[in-house]
């Protein structure tokens, strides 16, 4: 378990992020995407406080009814400390299942919080330096892309099902015909996601992935259920794409559901007893100007 709390800032220098300790929220700052001097992501993390408040968790929510009116309240605080119009932040609202990739020309395309008029996608790309791109997940993987010669950025909702649909491979696709992306210059990030030891799946989600090639990814012991090591999987899936492993960094060692006192997690809950999860939001962002 992370200890945040020990120092100013934590860092994996070989993972690709720092833990920034902010005046009202700590976040996750991917040195990888800032180095390349033409893109900035971060990630969120539950620990903050909204304005003089007390401490709260910090969830990103946008459109989940539960927790929303403070799910948007955290969110444009976090747009207010990096300096964002919410006017030029897209977004897609989930499909959760498909390798759907959205492209964002302009800016202020839809309006953020209408989610009855956000597009619909499991990936959004741009190479308008006026747009940030934001994406929510709680578990599952959110992969940053960012290509610093062709200056086009790109994030992809990577669940199991979207793994299997083939979203990465899709929005690096799109990337290409759009921007004339070579997949071996982008820089990749594999957000905080399910570590191994909780990516619990069925049999039959195995066996999909090990259709794929991917069964060496796969953790299995007696009396329990498959395991995903997702981290590895979403890497493979990268390379597979062209993107080059030496460009690859995963956030291996953190995993949303253990974090529990870093970020949220759908199957951690908390669920009611209604079946209904309660949990908040993880965010990403990412942005071709730099953030303050």
Not at 47 to 55: A, E, F, Q
Not at 103 to 118: D, H, I, R
Not at 169 to 196: F, R, V
Not at 197 to 204: A, L, Q, S, T
Request: glycine share 8%; charged share 25%.
């Amino acid at each position: 378990m992370l200890n945040v709390f020990r120092d100013r800032i934590l860092d994996s220098s070989v993972d690709g992020w720092y833990l920034r300790r902010g005046k009202n929220f700590d976040y996750l700052d991917f040195w990888p995407l800032t180095n390349t001097g033409v893109a900035t992501g971060i990630f969120s993390t539950k620990i903050g406080k909204i304005s003089r408040k007390k401490p709260v968790e910090i969830s990103l929510n946008l459109y989940k009814k539960y927790g929303l009116e403070q799910g948007r309240e955290c969110f444009l605080m976090y747009s207010e400390r990096f300096g964002l119009n919410s006017n030029n932040i897209a977004t897609t609202r989930l499909i959760y299942g498909t390798n759907e990739v959205r492209t964002v020309k302009c800016a202020g395309e839809v309006m953020l919080f209408n989610e009855a008029a956000a597009p619909h996608a499991d990936a959004i790309v741009t190479d308008n330096p006026r747009i940030t791109l934001f994406m929510y997940a709680a578990d599952c993987a959110i992969i940053y892309l960012a290509d610093p010669k062709k200056r086009a950025i790109g994030l992809a909702h990577c669940s199991w099902r979207t793994a299997i649909k083939g979203v990465i491979g899709n929005a690096i696709w799109t990337m290409t015909k759009n921007y004339g992306t070579n997949p071996k210059d982008l820089i990749a990030i594999i957000a905080p996601c399910l570590g191994p030891e909780h990516f619990e799946v069925g049999e039959n989600v195995a066996e999909r992935f090990e259709m794929m090639g991917l069964g060496e990814m796969i953790l299995r012991s007696p009396k329990k259920k498959p395991r995903l090591d997702f981290y590895s999987i979403n890497e493979e899936l990268l390379k597979r794409s062209g993107v080059s492993g030496e460009n690859i960094y995963a956030t291996r060692g953190l995993c949303t559901y253990a974090d529990e006192e870093l970020f949220h997690s759908f199957r951690r809950g908390p669920i009611d007893d209604e079946g209904h999860h309660l949990n908040g939001l993880n965010g990403a962002f990412l942005s071709l100007e730099t953030f303050d």
